[in-house]
């Protein structure tokens, strides 16, 4: 990130998600931050999982929310002016891979940035019961910048 280090880039992102209303209310965590890298952490809490068939896995939506934010953010961090520019979805993507019972972590890497669309792919996984890691949901998203 131009005029960031890693450090700060955490931080200003960080605040970015603490004042917004839906990703404060998921905890979500910014781990790392680079240029063109994200890693986010949402933590597992009962009010983020499912009710009936599936009681106790983390809702799926979730990790399709990790998946946008985290590439784009990422794609944000790529840019020449990430704070003043604007980032939005404009295709996603999400294969969802087994079920998910813990923290879920994303880990989004941009493809490509060019002066109008960014491509992240992003890898999602969630610590298990016995204690892996298993990779719970993948996705590709495209975002339009604007300058």
Known sequence: MTGFDADDASAFIQSY?????????LD????????????????????????????GNVHGGIAATLIDTAGGLAVRTALEEPVGAGVATIDLNVSY????RGDLVADASVVRVGSTVGVAEVSVTAEEPDGDTEEVAVGRGSFRIFN
């Open 17 to 25: 998600v603490d004042d917004h209303g839906f990703l404060s209310f």
């Open 28 to 55: 979500l965590d910014v781990e790392s931050a680079g240029d063109g890298e994200m890693t986010l952490r949402v933590p597992y809490d009962e009010k983020l999982t499912n009710h009936g068939a599936g009681e």
């Open 97 to 100: 891979l087994r079920p998910a």
